[in-house]
Structures are given as C-alpha cells and as structure tokens.
T-cell receptor
C-alpha cells in the first residue's frame, strides 16, 4: 500500500508571497492532519480534515488555511508569507479512530527568503 | 490541555549500550501513546504505540510501557546500534483521535 505523499518536497518563496502544499493520504484513510515542524517550536498541529470538513484547528493565524477534496486529498495554503513560516510541513493520515495511528509523509520543506 | 515532556538531548551512547528516553504526559481520559522516529531529511516513522494502561509497545528491539499511575511512556532498547541514530518523539493522541501532541524530541547519537 502506498504511503502518504506530499508535493512538492522543497519550496523557496519570498516574503509576501503565498504557497500551496499538497498531500495525498494512504488509500482508505479519510482523516488528514497537518503539522509544522521548526527548530524553535518543535512539532505543532495546524489542522485536521475529515470528509472535506475541518474538525480541529491549532493555534495558527488565519494566513494558514486548508481544504480537503472528495477523494481525501488535502491542500494547505499559507498567504502573505513571513520569514518565520520557514519550516518542514508534515501531513499525516489515519482512518479516524481514537486509537488509530497517524502515518506521516516525508514533508515539504518551505524556505521563505 | 494535553502536553508531553521528554528528556532533552542529545543523548550520546556507544554501540551496544542500553538506551532509555524518558517521556511523561498530561492528558484527560486515556489517550493512546506513540513513539515516532525521524531520520535526517525525512518525515516521522511510527516506532511503536500503546493504546491502554499497562500495554507494552515493541518494535525493532525498542519497547515502551504505558504507565497510567506515573503518566509515563519511557522508551528503552537493550543494545543500540549506530543505525539507531535519529530524533525520537513521544506523542499522545487526543480523545477525538484527530490530533497528536508531541514532546520536544530527543536526538540520539550512537558512536561505533
């Protein structure tokens, strides 16, 4: 079974631009979550989608948004990029039970110049 | 809210040494607990998990026991290898099953 895939793997943007990251979950997984990983703040939860609905959201500004499509693929968007948005963005999917495991993709490395 | 605290690294060991990485948590209810490992330039890989009190998760020689009374989930391995060098994250799942809370990560360096 194919794992979680994320595209692109690397991105370089400049301040003020916007960016869209994509995530394809494991087949059959309907829940997709996004996390931001930085050296200073560690791993932080951004949001989670299930059946095209955002069910949970972390403490990030409104510049960070996402959506999920009917095939469970998800995108996240960051508008008006800031230097501090430079991070590894990780996507994870699971089937949606409390004890189920979230499986992570390789991440998208975003650098904001 | 939920929180996870794990020992700060780096932890430097010689090959075949015994490994312990401490992890304690604060949460309501009975969360599932996880250890993930991250190798350089990669995402997170599940190492092991436990879903209820006294469960022991194990994989590739690593073990961790869910201790409700001490709210702990310490990671252990009897004999580490150079290939175990990585960053290890302890995490718990919220009751809704849709959000992981992570510890700060512990970098392990194993020397030949």
């Amino acid at each position: 079974k194919a794992g979680v895939t994320q595209t692109p793997r690397y991105l370089i943007k400049t301040r003020g631009q916007q960016v869209t990251l994509s995530c394809s979950p494991i087949s059959g997984h309907r829940s997709v979550s996004w996390y931001q990983q930085t050296p200073g703040q560690g791993l932080q939860f951004l949001f989670e989608y299930f059946s095209e609905t955002q069910r949970n959201k972390g403490n990030f500004p409104g510049r960070f948004s996402g959506r999920q499509f009917s095939n469970s693929r998800s995108e996240m968007n960051v508008s008006t990029l800031e230097l501090g948005d430079s991070a590894l963005y990780l996507c994870a999917s699971n089937r949606d039970t409390r004890t189920d495991t979230q499986y992570f993709g390789p991440g998208t490395r975003l650098t904001v110049l | 809210g939920n929180s996870v605290t794990q020992m700060e690294g780096p932890v430097t060991l010689s090959e075949e040494a015994f490994l312990t990485i401490n992890c304690t948590y604060t949460a309501t209810g009975y969360p599932s607990l996880f250890w993930y490992v991250q190798y350089p330039g990669e995402g997170l890989q599940l190492l092991l998990k436990a879903t209820k009190a006294d469960d022991k998760g194990s994989n590739k020689g690593f073990e961790a026991t869910y201790r409700k009374e001490t709210t702990s989930f310490h990671l252990e391995k009897g004999s580490v290898q150079v290939s175990d060098s990585a960053v290890y994250f302890c995490a718990l799942m919220n009751n809704a099953g849709n959000m992981l809370t992570f510890g700060g990560g512990t970098r392990l360096m194993v020397k030949p």
